[in-house]
């Protein structure tokens, strides 16, 4: 036994020199295995004493050295090796304040949230300060439950004994509401009060940048477009905008029908954070101040489908002022414009390198109503102006609307996913309420499965048969009605003058400036149906079934 303990006894050395070179997880396993092979001797009466020294000896020992190199990593910020130390000195020997506090800091520097609330709250236990629910509130901040961020921070502030909220306090109750409406609820409640606690940190510090811009976001999340203009004013004045900031603004400007503020902000588009694309060309921009009546104007797209479709309406008045236009577009929409009324040449990449074409200016797709300096009388394109081909529409016909139903085109989701315009399909089944319909699907890539949940009216997936855009045009030609809230179906739709209901979210793209009328404001075919609430899809979907019905008696 005494050639036994002498062994074990040398191999102290080897852990100490492990710890030395900070090998931290192998000194660890062999301590552990030191002292289990010490304590394995423990029956031997004659060196009970013996060994009890030592293993007393060997842990003081340890601890000094590795909490001396955890002191060691918290200073040089090496919050991974100062866990490993502090959890072990945590789980095995000491659980005193300092340590505790160090072990959470190193859990919070390594974002292991869920394990540094719990000990977080065995902190408080212990003791029920106001620092540690400040703490619980900023873990809970990090975990995403905002609620409970809120509850621990009010406790924070009761137990400082404060009377009134300063500043800083508000602003960090109002980001919690504002993240709860954004993360978890989208209860307009949420964004009230949000906007509520940012107004209050202003009135301790009106000039203050973070403070102006939380609160002209949490306005814009309310609808409440007066407030939000009133300190984007002050934002704007105190020169605190970046591009990125402009762009918001003058999305916001354009959203709530203020054309003129939104034509002064909307080309910083071009320069914000991630700019919109567009390529580089040697000629001069057309600002719609130069004369271009003997030159050939080149109108590049820009964005969306969509967007294009829209700014097509706006070509007809440029023929007027320009020698020539040329519209360069997208390949998918290509066939679908490039036979016009306007003597436009249309291009794509397919059919024509952009080098190859001659013109004295150019201008981006989303420009043309800026150049042309629109105001609320004249910013609507009305509609009707994008035509089907003729014989597509005969063929579409053929094949798939020779039935005497009320037609009726659905698009509920964008090729690129997009949460806040998708309707679930759950939410659509209301319209299967609906008598002597049939439904045809216009949204790509939807799955035939998918559709089976419509039991009374079936729905023809016929967007599996669309090459390009002039395909989904002659489908939207033999319809009825277009139900849609997806921009590029509802602008297609509005462009060829179709009767269209579109259906958007609490929030919608800013892009549709108007909504508050019986039509759209950029087409007089599209009625639009506004969600009361993010995400309530059925009421605005039972909207649409009054709307319908009504359409269908007046037929």
Known sequence: MENNF??????????????EQEKLSEAICLFEKYKNDLNNLLNGKKYLKLIQTELKYSDNIFIEKIQSLAEKYIKNKDYANALICYKYIF????????????????????????LELSLAKILLKNNNSAENNKLISKIYDKLNDYKKAIDFYHKYIKLLGKKELDAYDNNTIGCHYFNL???????????????LYFQNALKFEPNSKVYLKNTILAAMKTKNYKIEKQYWDEYINYQYATSDDEFTYSASCLRNGDIEEWKKYYNSRFRKTDPTTYPILKKPEWTGKEDISNSTLLIHYEQGYGDNFLMWGYVPRLTKIAKKVIYYIQNNAYELLKNNDWGVEVYCQRTKNLNELEFDYHLPSMSIPIALDVNKDSISVLGGYIKANPELVKKYNEQFFSTNKFKIGLAFEGVKS?????????????????????????SKDINDDKLKCFKRNKIINIAKNFSDFSDTAAAIENTDLIISSDNCILNLAGAMGKKTIGIYNYHYEFRWYNLSGEDCGWYKSVKPIVNN????????????INEVNKIIKLK
Request: with cysteine.
């Open 181 to 195: 409406y954004i993360k978890n609820t989208h209860a307009p409640k949420d964004a009230q009060n949000a906007l």
């Open 533 to 544: 609430e993010y995400n309530n899809w059925d009421l605005s979907i039972k909207k649409a």
């Open 91 to 114: 789980d095995n020997y000491q659980n005193n304040l300092e340590v505790l506090q160090n072990y959470i800091k190193c859990l919070d520097e390594t974002k292991q949230y869920d």
């Open 418 to 442: 997009n949460n806040k315009r998708d309707i679930p399909i759950k939410n659509l089944k209301l319209l299967d309420s609906l008598d002597n319909v049939q439904f045809y699907c216009l």
């Open 6 to 19: 002498l062994k074990i006894q040398l191999s102290r050395a080897v852990w100490v020199s492990l710890i």
